[in-house]
Nanobody, 123 residues
């Protein structure tokens, strides 16, 4: 069993930066792929990016490619989402998810989920 806790959300100005953290406890978190997803009001949950357990393979949604970066520190059992030059359309609740399989772009492929952290980007 893996427990995930996101932190770092808040209010940020467009063009600024923000770093979200996803701390994992229990289980072999260091061996799990981690995905970041987001959900804005009235919209479906969407893929943001994912990283495999080694950190060598990363995948991003086209909407955030070149602006957001996912990294991980397995010694600290933490995965990070660095958000650079965020836009108002990035406003959403951000969730991290973990799974023992491939770092999928599909939410249903992930077994464990955090509670989410709100990110609001002001224009």
């Amino acid at each position: 069993q893996v427990q995930l806790v996101e932190s770092g959300g808040g209010l940020v100005q467009a063009g600024g930066s923000l770093r979200l953290s996803c701390a994992g406890s229990g289980g072999a978190f260091g061996r799990y792929a981690v995905g970041w997803f987001r959900q804005a009001p009235g919209k479906e949950r969407e893929f943001v990016g994912s990283i495999n357990w080694t950190g060598l393979n990363r995948y991003y949604a086209d909407s955030v490619k070149g602006r957001f970066t996912i990294t991980r520190d397995n010694a600290k059992r933490t995965v990070y989402l660095q958000m650079n030059t965020p836009k108002p359309e990035d406003t959403a609740v951000y969730y991290c998810a973990a799974d023992a399989g491939f770092p999928s772009r599909v939410a249903i492929d992930y077994e464990y989920w955090g509670q989410g952290t709100q990110v609001t980007v002001s224009s």
